[in-house]
């Protein structure tokens, strides 16, 4: 069974600097008391992070305080327990979409059936607003059921 908790698990998959990186990050994130998301990938979740912005802590601090901030705003740790979405089943029919488990690599697999995309009757039956929010809702979903059942 893989902790992807543990720092050990990340520690394979790092340079040094990366590994320096990640834990002044945690320290910093630890310090100012910040709450990640899927608390299972964390030091993953720093690494991304690391890596996205060069091991510059600072900008590596800025873009997740901005991503936890912007999960605050949008309520994305809420969501699966609040959204309310009762046009899905017909938003399928005209926006007919699928998150299948994960690849061998454990990216999230997304399937879009372009060919039956109606933008005409979808606007019809919800607004972009609602679209983009039940995107949220099932991403999180999918980072909370798919990607957490992965690891396991």
Not at 3 to 14: I, N, P, Q, S, T
Not at 51 to 77: F, H, I, P, T, Y
């Amino acid at each position: 069974e893989v902790v992807r908790k543990d720092l050990a698990f990340v520690e394979e998959r790092v340079t040094e600097e990366e590994l320096a990186a990640i834990v002044l990050l945690s320290q910093r994130v630890q310090a100012k008391g910040y709450k990640l998301p899927f608390d299972d990938d964390y030091y993953l979740t720093l690494m991304r992070y690391c890596r996205a912005r060069n091991c510059q802590l600072d900008k590596s601090e800025e873009m997740l305080a901005a991503m936890l901030k912007w999960r605050e705003v949008e309520g994305a740790d809420t969501i699966l327990s609040t959204w309310q979405y009762p046009e899905r089943d017909q938003v399928l029919l005209c926006y007919p979409h699928v998150h299948h488990k994960t690849d061998k690599k454990g990216r999230p697999v997304f399937y879009v059936h372009v060919g039956q995309l109606d933008p005409v009757a979808l606007l019809k039956l919800t607004s972009e607003p609602r679209l983009q929010r039940n995107h949220l809702y099932e991403w999180e979903e999918l980072l909370k059921v798919i990607v957490s059942n992965s690891v396991q």
